[in-house]
């Protein structure tokens, strides 16, 4: 069978972010994309061949380009797909009712402390059915794609019991084969501690290490295991213990941090050497050292901040500080009902001082080390898959200054167009 070639043409600019394979970009460096102008790509079975001037990757399959199909990017934007590393896809129900409460101000932690936010739900995705959650997260992946997102990372958490956990990490893995997003999985049994457990929450952090992280991890439902360490919530110490355990399931550990309050989440993050953590509005300056020194990814959440009403975390001074920083939606239906990743791009540069570049390989490249797929995705490289977003505007810049609207024109999946 002959091979399926595709050749994108005469982009006005295309991003590589080429030599960022091994590792997230820090510093100086976030804000370099490595753009070809008048930029050809060659895509043969779904992996990019050849990335350069146009005229250039003509000549080099001259004889060839018979046999492709041409993608004419004229006058647009050409960058790698985007990369969304924190989701809370796979749940049933919406919290619109919360938000309308916190509008009249009640806050966030209050609102869950009363047996709402995570706790409502909870009960909602327990309830739901497999064909329900997977329809719900179905059209929540339809509307990433079509802003560009092609893979993203999904937690559980909203089980709360190693069924209803191991039903939504299934229906995660269902999407991943049958949607053309692809899905990371994170397992999240400590998202809350559940209503039941209120009394002795560490009844409940002793069943997630030694009945939920076990069975999860023999079943190979999930890469990483998550915890939400705030006051209220998971403390450092019980935090700490479930990352561990984790990692000594075969679980990579991330953790939310220091989102409502300063927790110390950034230093447990550095001290356990955690892939990532994310949130991290009121993380401490040593945390942000410490995260800097020990290589952990910032994963920033800019739509939840705006969302909460909150003031957003430092983005710039933890890049100044060398700390790889990613952003990402935090999709979910209480703290950031979006699915719009450029949208948080936008509000990286509004709301926490990053450049349009910076923006760029945040969501791009940093996002994909974040859930470890720097090697397969979030550059525009020769062996890289061939996901690839084609935006309706001439250059970067223009991605963030015409803010709040969806510029995503074409995308590709392995080569394949998809949207
Ligand atoms: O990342 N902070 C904890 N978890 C989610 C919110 C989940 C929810 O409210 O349903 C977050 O913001
Ligand atoms: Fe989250």
């Known amino acids: 069978m002959s091979k399926k070639i595709t050749f994108i043409r005469n982009a006005s600019q295309l991003v590589t972010l080429a030599g960022s394979s091994d590792a997230p970009l820090t510093g100086k460096k976030m804000d370099q994309l490595n753009i070809i102008e008048n930029g050809g790509l060659w895509i043969e079975d779904g992996l990019i061949e050849y990335v350069g001037v146009d005229g250039e990757v003509a000549e080099r399959y001259k004889d060839r380009i018979g046999e492709a199909e041409i993608i004419d990017a004229t006058g647009k934007l050409v960058t790698p797909g985007l990369v969304d590393p924190h989701t809370h896809l796979v749940y049933a129900g919406s919290r619109e009712n919360e938000f309308n409460m916190r509008l009249q101000g009640a806050t966030y932690m209050e ?22 959650l997977f329809e719900e997260g179905r059209k929540r992946l339809d509307q990433f794609l079509l802003h560009g997102v092609t893979t993203i990372e999904a937690k559980s958490g909203y089980g709360l019991t190693l069924e209803h956990e191991i ?57 990483f295991n998550d915890v939400f360490c705030e006051r209220g919530v998971f403390t450092p110490e019980q935090s700490k213990r479930i990352l561990e355990a984790g990692i000594n399931h075969g679980l990579l550990p991330k953790i939310h941090a220091d989102e409502i309050e300063p927790y110390e989440g950034a230093e447990l993050a550095a001290s356990i050497g955690a892939v990532s953590a994310d949130h991290l509005l009121r993380a401490s300056d040593k945390g942000i050292a410490m995260m800097a020194e020990a290589g952990v990814i910032a994963v920033l959440l800019p739509g939840t901040a705006f969302f909460l009403m909150a003031e957003s975390a430092d983005g710039r001074k933890m890049i100044d500080a060398g700390v790889p920083v990613a952003l990402s939606t935090d999709c979910n239906p209480g703290s950031s009902p979006t699915v719009s990743t450029p949208l948080i791009m936008n509000l990286g540069c509004l709301r926490m001082g990053m450049t349009s570049a910076e923006v760029l390989t945040a969501a791009t490249i940093n996002a994909a080390h974040a859930i470890k797929r720097g090697k397969e995705i979030g550059s525009l490289e020769k062996g890289k898959k061939a996901d690839i977003v084609i935006f309706d505007v001439p250059n970067y810049m223009q991605l963030q200054y015409r803010y709040g609207v969806n510029h995503a024109h074409t995308v590709l999946k392995g080569g394949v167009i998809v949207v």
Do not use: C, W
């Open 167 to 223: 039903k939504q990490l299934e229906v995660a893995g269902q999407l991943h084969e049958q949607h053309p997003v692809d899905i990371v999985r994170t397992f999240m049994g400590a998202h809350a501690v559940p209503s039941e457990y209120k009394a002795d929450p560490d009844v409940f952090v002793d069943k997630v290490i030694h009945e939920m992280i076990p069975e999860v991890a023999r079943r190979n439902l999930a890469e």
């Open 111 to 132: 609102i869950m402390n009363q047996g709402g936010g995570i706790h409502a739900t909870t009960s909602a995705t327990r309830e739901a059915s497999h064909e329900v």
